[in-house]
């Protein structure tokens, strides 16, 4: 079963003129938040990137962890002049990212933005389990983003971040 969910929530991504495009299937959820910012750093690192697009149309929902570490990303971006997009967000996903302040960090919208995603071939990217260790130190640091980005945010995530803490320095 955990493999078919696995199967279920996927990344696909293509790289054109500068702009890494990124497409979530599925949920966007702590199973699939590691391997985007690892791939995102890595291209970043490879090549000049300006901009890195999320597309949203087939995302059915989204967690805390992968919206902190959206929202994270969108600031490590930001710090090296380069930007984070979201488009064709339901209002479903659109309401969830305004729920814990994500709106405040990055720019997201209802439809393609001008970008022409169907035009771009993806290839699927490799979305490998994350050890107990790497799961815990992902929440943490995901959640440690939302309350940083909002402090009403801390009152919904402070439990959350204690035993997130517990269990990173349990697997230390």
Do not use: W
Not at 54 to 72: H, K, P, Q, V, Y
């Amino acid at each position: 079963m955990l493999e078919t969910e696995q199967c279920n929530d996927d990344l696909q991504a293509a790289i054109k003129d500068g702009t890494v495009f990124i497409r979530i299937n599925g949920r966007g959820s702590f199973k699939i938040a590691a391997p985007l910012k690892q791939f995102v750093a890595k291209v970043v690192a490879q090549q000049p990137i300006s901009m890195v697009v999320i597309d949203l149309e087939e995302c059915i929902g989204m967690d805390s962890t992968f919206m902190g570490s959206i929202a994270g990303l969108a600031g490590r971006l930001k710090k090296n002049n380069q930007s984070l997009e979201l488009i064709n967000l339901s209002e479903k996903n659109t309401q969830l990212l305004k729920t814990l302040g994500v709106d405040q960090v990055l720019s997201f919208y209802s439809d393609t933005h001008g970008h022409q995603l169907n035009a771009q071939k993806t290839n699927a990217m490799p979305v490998d389990p994350l050890s107990q260790k790497e799961m815990a130190e992902q929440a943490l640091q995901a959640h440690e983003d939302l309350v940083q980005i909002s402090d009403e945010n801390l009152p919904k995530f402070k439990q959350v971040i204690d035993l997130l803490k517990e269990d990173v320095a349990r697997f230390n």
